[in-house]
């Protein structure tokens, strides 16, 4: 089976720098993905990694190492709009496993 | 755009009652999965289809049944909907191959009364 942990709660202010990290425990590894949701929303697909190193897109980046099975997100120059909740999820073949979610609460 | 549609966005049900939850995607996508979420829990794999026909149990299958009669169409059975299966159903759906990346319907907001 698959564990996953991440941190419950991070608050930053607008502009500032925040990094979600996850730990996981699996069976079987092909990589680690992102989403993120907003209150209401659904998921939406952010990144994946499925090589060790740093994935770029915009304001957001995400991390891999294999070796330490650990992954991180981090989120730069944060915005209001960026408050939401992300979680990591770890590919198993067909499927994904989720962590239990951080919530990101940017403050003006 | 990948479109995933739900047949409901809230719906309340009594207990025992049989309810059929509907996912509909337009982009020809080989996989379907449904997942409950819950607070503090995360999304939690119910069962998943990889092809017309095909399913495979999740991580909580218990209580649920699913069906695809359809490429496009993956049902989510409560046989006999019970209080604790209250929550938040997704349907997701992604190319054959492609799992990481996973299209999200709306949801539907079920409550068992």
């Known amino acids: 089976g698959q564990s996953l942990e991440q941190p419950s709660e991070v608050t930053a202010v607008e502009g500032a720098i925040v990094q979600i990290n996850c730990t996981y425990q699996t069976s079987g590894f092909y990589g680690l993905s992102w989403y993120q949701q907003h209150d209401g929303g659904a998921p939406t697909f952010l990144s994946y990694n499925a090589l060790d190193g740093l994935e770029e897109t915009g304001r957001f980046s995400s991390f891999l190492s294999r070796s330490d099975s650990y992954g991180y997100l981090l989120l730069q120059e944060l915005q209001m709009k960026d408050s939401a909740s992300y979680f990591c999820a770890v590919r198993d073949d067909y499927k994904l496993s989720f962590g239990a979610g951080t919530t990101v609460t940017v403050r003006a | 755009d990948v479109k995933v549609t739900q047949s409901s966005r809230y719906l309340v049900k009594r207990t025992g009652e049989k309810v059929f939850l509907e996912c509909v995607q337009d982009?020809?996508?080989?996989?379907m999965f449904w997942y409950r979420q819950d607070p503090g829990l995360g999304l939690r794999l119910i069962y998943f289809?990889?092809?017309?026909?095909?399913?495979e149990k999740g991580d909580i299958p218990e209580g649920y049944s699913v069906s695809r009669e359809k490429k496009e169409r993956f049902s989510l059975i409560l046989e006999s909907a019970s209080t604790n299966q209250t929550s938040m159903y997704l349907c997701?759906?992604?190319?054959?191959?492609?799992?990481?990346?996973?299209?999200f319907g709306p949801g539907t907001r079920l409550t068992v009364t």
């Open positions: 289809s990889y092809d017309v026909k095909m399913k």
């Open positions: 982009m020809d996508h080989e996989n």
């Open positions: 997701a759906s992604t190319e054959a191959g492609e799992s990481h990346e996973q299209y």
